[in-house]
């Protein structure tokens, strides 16, 4: 299993999948499938998102135990400052460290649903900086990868801001940036442009979605105040009655998409699954990846 930092210095390309876990028996078994496909492309990682507020302490853990255990696949966990104090943290960052996860997606989390604004419990952190700082000074060998965000987190005043905020995980101690998803590719680039400005030399990995579904994109991309080209849209409208023709017209943009930013020196992508394998499958297979030496 390899922490961040080999990866990206082993890997021309990395390639990495982010799944969710489910809260059924069901949704479980689709996933465990749905693993066995995305296992056998050989991502440098699979990543395990932790749920909002908390929800899923335990079952993040399980399932990167697992991923690493039934798939022999690399994992990372993600994991929030949501509701824990620094002692739970640093808790759950021994499991998580006794399980022999070597990666982390160090995030601060939202609000949970019906407050506007995050508030750090006492004796807690109240941005991803400090959990990276923790996680960097207790477990030293640990890989970090955090956030960023190409048209903004949401609530910061403006780019410029948020970019500094960005540098502070950084330098401390984060090892890889993974964007937002975004659908217009021209702010991954500015973004990460301004970023090499203000010396974030860290390779940022584009976030990518695809679109299986226009109506769930519609939500995600609302909810996550995301740019969304018009004609794009305009194509998923007229074939809204059609969900098989939504799915092609998501993987042929996706395709379009990722290889433009893989001309353009991406140094990865970080493929939002959504626990489904089939729209990356169809991706990678139409995509020119650079070998792998
Ligand atoms: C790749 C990826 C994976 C994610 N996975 C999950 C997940 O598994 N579970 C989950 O709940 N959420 C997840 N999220 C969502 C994330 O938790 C939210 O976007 C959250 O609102 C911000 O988290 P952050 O780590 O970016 O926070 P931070 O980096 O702390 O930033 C939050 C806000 O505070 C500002 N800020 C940051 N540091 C400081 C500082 N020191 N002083 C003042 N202002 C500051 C920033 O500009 C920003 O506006 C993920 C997001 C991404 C992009």
Redesign the pocket.
Known sequence: MRCLQDVFAATPFVVSF?I?PPKTEQGDESLFANLDRLAARSPAFI???????GSTRAR?LELCRLIQTRWSQTATA?????GSTRDELLEWLSQAHEAGIGNI???????PSGETT?QKVQGGL??????VALIREQFPEMGI?????PE??????SEQ??L???K??VDSGANAV????FYVNDHYFRFRDRARGLGIEKPIVP?IMPITEFSRIQRIVSM?KTDFPNDLAAKLEAAQDDREAQFEIGVDYAVQQCQQLIDQGAPGI?F?VLNKSEACERILDGLQIPATS
């Open positions: 982010e969710f990543s395990c998102t932790y749920g909002a507020g993040t993600h994991f929030t400052c949501v997606m160090a995030l601060r989390g939202d609000p995050f109240g941005y991803a900086n400090e959990l990868g955090v956030a960023g965000y903004k987190h949401p609530e910061a005043e801001v948020d500094a905020n960005l502070r995980k993974f964007t937002q998803l976030g996550c970080h939002y």
